[in-house]
């Protein structure tokens, strides 16, 4: 039951860190990349990387490099769910990455 329980928790983590909505992008790459973050990633981390809501990782501390940032978006990691069926296209995983790392700045 307890089990059960914690995996039910798991579910709803992912739900209320996720948005499945995707307005048209504008601007330069940096400004879809931030698009991207207020859509899809805020909610858990932050509006500026630093929440770490639900054991998100707090993104301004982060050293990981763009390849592993791209994976971790595509796959997802721990209870952070995989954004390759919501985040469309190679170029926004790479906005969405440059932004991410340029929260650290």
């Known amino acids: 039951m307890v089990l059960k329980s914690f995996l039910f ?15 048209p992008l504008t601007g330069t790459p940096m400004e879809k ?7 899809h990633c805020a909610r858990c981390h932050g509006s500026d990387g630093s929440k770490g ?6 993104l301004k501390d982060s050293q990981l490099g763009k ?4 994976q971790i978006i595509f796959n997802g990691k721990g209870v952070m769910p995989s954004y390759k069926n ?4 190679d170029s926004s995983i790479i906005w969405l990455a440059d932004y991410v790392q340029a929260l650290r700045k």
């Open 67 to 70: 390849a592993e940032i791209m």
């Open 9 to 23: 928790g798991l579910v709803l983590l992912s739900l209320a860190c996720s948005d499945n909505s995707q307005e």
């Open 86 to 89: 919501t985040i469309k296209g």
């Open 53 to 58: 809501a639900s054991g998100a990782k707090n």
């Open 33 to 39: 990349g931030e698009q991207l973050y207020q859509i």
